[in-house]
Every structure is written in structure tokens, then in C-alpha cells.
């Protein structure tokens, strides 16, 4: 016997036992196998994956609201990164020095990028330097 998570095309889940691969693949051809919750006889094999399923929503619409957020996010920082690497220094690690000597007027102002630890951003922000920390993008992650 082999059990199968299935749900019907409402969002039903229910488990159910069958002879073997075949069985599942005729039952349900033959429109066998009905739904316990709604007796709709429209059902597949749910996927093996927990999953929410929100009311009448498309398959294209199963986006979670955070996950696309995630993505806009992401698309943003990157946006960012790429417009940087092109129209401002990597300072690296020089970072807070280098826009300390920016806002003092010790260096020419310009666009500039790099690392700053939360400390030292934080010390940049109280002394009215606006730097901006970039997280990471997750394939720099390395
Ligand atoms: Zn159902």
C-alpha cells in the first residue's frame, strides 16, 4: 500500500491509500477518488511541500506578500549596488574615514562606497554624515 497526500481543486487536503502507483493513476482517472470535505472527485496529488492556499487564488498568485517582497527588496539593492559600482569608489574598509573627510571637507565630495561596521555607521550618523549601510546580497555570501 502506498498513501498519497491529495487534495481536491477547493484546497482539501486528505490523505489516501492505494494498491500501488497504478491504482492511484486509475482511480483517479476514473474520477474514484472523491474529496471527503466537498465530495469533488477533481483531485491530484498534493504537493510534498507544506503550502497555503488562500481562497480562489491562481497558481501564479501563491506568492506569499513577504516573498515578493523579499524580491522587490532585493531587485532594489541590487538596482543600488550595480548604480555604485559604476558611478562611485569601492573605498573598502576606509569607508568611515573617507566620508568623515568628505563632510569635513578634508577630501573632495564624491560618491563613495564600502564597509562600515554597525558601530562606526552609527557613529557617522550621530555626527550627521548620511551613509547609508548596504546589507549584503545573498549571493555575495560566499
Ligand atoms: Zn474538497
Redesign the pocket.
Given at each position: 500500500m502506498i498513501r498519497f497526500a491529495l487534495?481536491?481543486?477547493?484546497?482539501?487536503g486528505f490523505d489516501a491509500w492505494f494498491s500501488s502507483g497504478d491504482s492511484y493513476d486509475e482511480q483517479i482517472e476514473a474520477q474514484a477518488i472523491v474529496?471527503?470535505?466537498?465530495?469533488?472527485s477533481h483531485v491530484k496529488k498534493a504537493p510534498m511541500a507544506p503550502a497555503v492556499l488562500r481562497g480562489k487564488a491562481k497558481e501564479t498568485e501563491s506568492e506569499s506578500p513577504a516573498a515578493g517582497e523579499r524580491k522587490q527588496t532585493y531587485a532594489f539593492l541590487k538596482g543600488m549596488r550595480n548604480y555604485l559600482k559604476e558611478n562611485a569608489d569601492d573605498v573598502g574598509k576606509a569607508f568611515p574615514e573617507e566620508a568623515r573627510k568628505m563632510h569635513y571637507g578634508e577630501a573632495e565630495a564624491r560618491n563613495i562606497y564600502g564597509e562600515a561596521s554597525v558601530d562606526e555607521a552609527k557613529a557617522l550618523h550621530e555626527e550627521g554624515i548620511p551613509a547609508l549601510p548596504l546589507p549584503k546580497l545573498p549571493e555575495e555570501h560566499n
Open positions: 487534495a481536491c481543486d477547493r484546497g482539501h474529496c471527503p470535505t466537498c465530495g469533488s
